[in-house]
């Protein structure tokens, strides 16, 4: 994995583990995992806070904390 490619955290609570992917592989990477440990349920996962902080910095770039976007006309 080059040292410029972003990687991903992914957790699994049930296995106990925690690994990171580098973001192109991230889809498979948890696919793979989930099939061949939990018979395909989603149970491995992008590390939670990450998810959250993706989720603030996407509704921030898409003005949605903007008190104009949140008022009702």
Do not use: Q
Request: charged fraction near 40%; include cysteine; aromatic fraction near 2%.
């Amino acid at each position: 994995m080059s040292t410029d490619e972003p990687s991903v955290p992914i957790v699994c609570d049930e296995c106990e583990t925690e690994t990171r992917v580098p973001l192109d592989d991230l889809a498979d990477a948890l696919e793979k995992h989930n099939a061949e440990k939990h018979g395909g349920d989603s149970v491995a996962e992008v590390d939670p806070a990450i998810k959250d902080r993706l989720a603030d910095l996407v509704a921030e770039d898409l003005g949605l904390f903007d008190e104009e976007a949140t008022e009702r006309p």
